[in-house]
């Protein structure tokens, strides 16, 4: 992991778990080699002191070597192991989550269409005012309230035949149920008789439009 990188005092570990490994190794041979020549030479000669001092010897030479080994190999493992943890804490790993807003869809306009409904009322020559004024409230309620006073919406003896919008694509599907409207875009109106451009759209204003 820290390849390439330049520690102060990385060198002088290697060298002092070097040293441990070595001189448990040295000691284990001279120990053992001691000792055992004495054990030997007590059991020829007949000196059982000899013998006792040759068996502790080796056992000493044995429990040195493992100490100074172990100490050497704990220091190595920790340079293997614990690599990160000699790094500074800006540049040690660090769990790094993004959160990132869902994508926003940009939807193709819909239309509802009260044509159906008005048809019956217009060949009779007696359209329902009533009935209109529902469907320019709900126009109402699908562009926001700030917006009731513009003229596409104060239409008089106009009928409101379609509406056309963008649902906005962060707030659910990009059809017909869909109404919310998409910011910075135009929501258009058909009436009977039309209005002449620009009385027939009103732009829906948002933090994001680019100014003109």
Not at 56 to 65: D, R
Not at 115 to 142: I, K, R
Not at 145 to 169: F, I, M
Request: proline share 5%; glycine share 12%; net charge negative.
């Amino acid at each position: 992991m820290l390849e390439g990188f330049d520690i102060p005092g990385l060198g002088t570990l290697n060298a002092v778990a070097a040293f441990f490994l070595g001189t448990a190794i040295l000691v284990m041979i001279l120990g053992l080699g001691y000792g055992m020549t004495l054990f030997v030479s007590g059991k020829t000669g007949g000196g059982s002191q000899r013998t006792t001092k040759g068996l502790q010897t080796s056992g000493l030479a044995l429990i040195g070597a493992a100490v100074l080994g172990s100490i050497g190999g704990m220091i190595h493992w920790s340079m293997d192991r614990g690599d990160s943890e000699l790094m500074p804490v800006e540049a040690q790993p660090q769990e790094i989550i993004i959160d990132k807003e869902p994508a926003s869809v940009s939807c193709p306009a819909v239309t509802k269409d009260f044509t159906d409904e008005l048809e019956g009322l217009l060949d009779s020559g007696e359209p329902d005012h009533d009935m209109n004024d529902e469907h320019v409230q709900w126009a109402v309620e699908l562009v926001g309230e700030e917006y009731a006073d513009e003229t596409a919406l104060t239409t008089n003896s106009n009928l409101l035949q379609r509406v056309s919008w963008h649902p906005d694509g962060e707030g659910g599907d990009c059809d017909i149920s869909n109404e919310t409207v998409q910011e910075c875009t135009e929501v258009s109106f058909e009436h009977i008789p039309n209005l002449p451009e620009p009385s027939n759209t009103i732009f829906i204003e948002g933090s994001e439009c680019e100014e003109s």
